[in-house]
């Protein structure tokens, strides 16, 4: 994890219900550059997880179900029997929000402790 990442995953998503415009495409480039393996699809950001087996896998699916419920910011995962691929964008504002970043860092941190 580089220092900006590490910036990213110790900020709390806020609150979203709309009303803010989506990030910049700058602003998005900017981030994705904090990340690692996160690719920019559209309006979302996405990043395919492997594992040994679904015992892991279904771990680190429940981890991602405990940050997304302390954050109040939920992906998309599709889960396989050794891999997930957590998807992430802001519904309310229909495009990606500082949220979606956080919490790619936040699963990013879990994944590599
Ligand atoms: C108030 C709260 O922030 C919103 O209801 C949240 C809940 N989780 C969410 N998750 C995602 N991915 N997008 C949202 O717009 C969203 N809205």
């Known amino acids: 994890m580089n220092n900006n990442a590490c910036d990213l995953s110790s900020k709390q998503c806020k609150p979203c219900e709309g009303g803010l415009p989506p990030l910049s495409a700058t602003t998005v480039a900017d981030y994705l550059k904090q990340l690692d393996g996160w690719q920019l699809q559209d309006k979302q950001i996405a990043k395919t997880y492997g594992f040994k087996n679904y015992y892991q896998t279904m771990a680190f699916v429940n981890a ?47 994944f590599s402790i």
């Open 64 to 110: 991602v179900a405990w940050i997304s419920h302390r954050e109040d910011h939920h992906p998309d995962m599709l889960v396989g029997y050794n891999q997930c691929v957590v998807t992430y964008t802001t519904h309310a504002i229909g495009g990606l929000s500082e949220n979606d970043f956080i919490c790619a860092a936040k699963i990013d941190t879990l």
